[in-house]
């Protein structure tokens, strides 16, 4: 009988949404390795698998050889693969033990770690072990360390309460992101409050019986409802106003001074806020952002353009979800921050549109440039 994990780890080798996922994960990694001080640097990943989103960075990244990395999997035949990828990659200091990763022990003597990778574990148990986990991570953390972890968003959402649960443990946010299509989502936190005495014996989380694990109950309802929902709310998806006009520049600051002295664009730094007035009574109604964005920045897509034009829209996910549908170039991801949510997508001509769905407290800036 082949074991469950091995079998779902089988999906990865079809294109589609865990591939995604997978990459939104890596790209979560080379952040937090690109951000790490110099010196070695200690991984810890619990319910590992074969550690391809680990591996996977490390094969190409320039900190690779200083890292130490300990990833806890129960499955030997997933362990014994990423041993094998590990090996062939030179990589002698990731080590896999196969150990249950929901108690602390198997954490002896690899941790304080400056990456956590908690992923693929939230959708599998109680909310109160997830509540938990949040809460003792802390004792695997060293000072300023980075947490990746993954929950999806299917009904009833708890990714607002693990988001939440992070901020009163002493993390602060670094992203926040879903997968277009889907409920995956993926979270980076980082430890900004003081880490705790690490613990061995202690119980973070225990895997549920298959059906009754919060991913499996919400599979077979999602299947039924998600697109019949995203119909029904397509006719009110719609863009709702101009949210921003970005540039592209190789010296952003010094494209922004340009604007700024001479054509007059009240410029802070690299960004201004133009704020509509309302004609009758005077008063703030919303403000469009104008910037300049670095020749890099992540949100140009990949065709090279020279400007972006962000749309203030409504309900963002059904209407990515009618773009998707009608053959649109969409991103595979949205970014969820304070400001709101943030997806992207491509006109048929190749210019990149930002749209971006407003909080439902958002409040324009304070120090405005009006629009006469």
Same mark, same amino acid.
């Given at each position: 009988?082949?074991?469950?994990?091995?079998?779902?780890?089988?999906?990865?080798?079809?294109?589609?949404?865990?591939?995604?996922?997978?990459?939104?994960?890596?790209? @979560?990694?080379?952040?937090?390795?690109?951000?790490?001080?110099?010196?070695?640097?200690?991984?810890?990943?619990?319910? /590992?698998?074969? +550690?391809? $989103?680990?591996?996977?960075?490390?094969?190409?990244?320039?900190?690779?050889?200083?890292?130490?990395?300990?990833?806890?999997?129960?499955?030997?035949?997933? /362990?014994?693969?990423?041993?094998?990828?590990?090996?062939?990659?030179?990589?002698?200091? !990731?080590?896999?033990?196969?150990?249950?990763?929901?108690?602390? $022990?198997?954490?002896?003597?690899?941790?304080?770690?400056?990456?956590?990778?908690?992923?693929?574990?939230?959708?599998?148990?109680?909310?109160?072990?997830?509540?938990?986990?949040?809460?003792?991570?802390?004792?695997?953390?060293?000072?300023?360390?980075? *947490?990746?972890?993954?929950?999806?968003?299917? &009904?009833?959402?708890?990714? #607002?309460?693990?988001?939440? =649960?992070?901020?009163?443990?002493?993390?602060?946010?670094?992203?926040?992101?879903?997968?277009?299509?889907? #409920?995956?989502?993926?979270?980076?936190?980082?430890?900004?409050?003081?880490?705790?005495?690490?613990?061995?014996?202690?119980?973070?989380?225990?895997?549920?019986?298959?059906?009754?694990?919060?991913?499996?109950?919400?599979?077979?309802?999602?299947?039924?409802? #998600?697109?019949?929902?995203?119909?029904?709310?397509?006719?009110?998806?719609?863009?709702? +106003?101009?949210?921003?006009?970005?540039?592209?520049?190789?010296?952003?600051?010094?494209?922004?001074? =340009?604007?700024?002295?001479?054509?007059? *664009?009240? !410029?802070?730094?690299?960004?201004?806020?133009?704020?509509?007035?309302?004609?009758?009574?005077?008063?703030?109604?919303?403000?469009?952002?104008?910037?300049?964005?670095?020749?890099?920045?992540?949100?140009?897509?990949?065709? +090279?353009? #020279?400007?972006?034009?962000?749309?203030?829209?409504?309900?963002?996910?059904?209407?990515?979800?009618?773009?998707? @549908?009608? +053959?649109?170039?969409?991103?595979?991801?949205?970014?969820?921050? /304070?400001?709101?949510?943030?997806?992207?997508?491509?006109?048929?001509?190749?210019?990149?549109?930002?749209? =971006?769905?407003?909080?439902?407290?958002?409040?324009? &800036?304070?120090?405005?440039? &009006?629009?006469?």
């Amino acid at each position: 009988m082949v074991d469950e994990w091995v079998a779902w780890h089988r999906r990865y080798d079809r294109r589609g949404d865990l591939l995604r996922r997978l990459d939104v994960v890596q790209a @979560r990694i080379r952040e937090a390795l690109d951000a790490a001080r110099p010196g070695p640097i200690r991984v810890v990943s619990l319910c /590992a698998g074969d +550690g391809r $989103d680990l591996l996977g960075v490390l094969a190409h990244h320039p900190r690779a050889r200083d890292v130490r990395a300990r990833l806890v999997e129960l499955s030997k035949e997933l /362990a014994a693969r990423g041993r094998r990828r590990a090996r062939s990659l030179g990589l002698s200091r !990731v080590e896999f033990v196969t150990e249950d990763a929901g108690l602390t $022990d198997a954490l002896d003597g690899a941790v304080p770690a400056d990456l956590v990778l908690v992923c693929g574990i939230f959708g599998n148990i109680a909310d109160a072990d997830v509540r938990s986990t949040v809460r003792h991570l802390p004792e695997l953390c060293a000072p300023g360390a980075t *947490v990746i972890w993954t929950r999806g968003r299917f &009904p009833p959402d708890l990714t #607002t309460s693990i988001r939440r =649960w992070f901020r009163a443990s002493g993390f602060a946010e670094r992203s926040f992101t879903s997968v277009t299509g889907t #409920t995956m989502s993926i979270g980076s936190a980082r430890l900004v409050g003081r880490p705790r005495r690490y613990r061995s014996g202690v119980r973070l989380f225990t895997f549920l019986p298959a059906p009754e694990r919060p991913s499996n109950r919400a599979r077979a309802r999602l299947r039924r409802g #998600t697109a019949r929902g995203a119909e029904r709310r397509g006719e009110r998806a719609r863009a709702v +106003g101009v949210g921003g006009i970005f540039l592209r520049a190789r010296e952003p600051r010094r494209l922004a001074r =340009w604007y700024r002295d001479r054509l007059g *664009v009240a !410029v802070e730094g690299q960004v201004a806020d133009l704020t509509w007035l309302s004609p009758r009574a005077g008063h703030r109604v919303g403000h469009t952002v104008w910037a300049t964005l670095p020749d890099d920045d992540r949100d140009w897509g990949p065709r +090279g353009a #020279t400007a972006m034009v962000n749309y203030r829209v409504r309900d963002l996910e059904s209407l990515l979800y009618r773009l998707r @549908r009608d +053959g649109v170039n969409v991103s595979p991801t949205i970014e969820w921050s /304070a400001a709101g949510k943030f997806g992207w997508a491509d006109d048929p001509e190749g210019n990149r549109l930002e749209l =971006w769905e407003p909080p439902r407290n958002y409040r324009p &800036p304070e120090r405005p440039m &009006p629009m006469e």
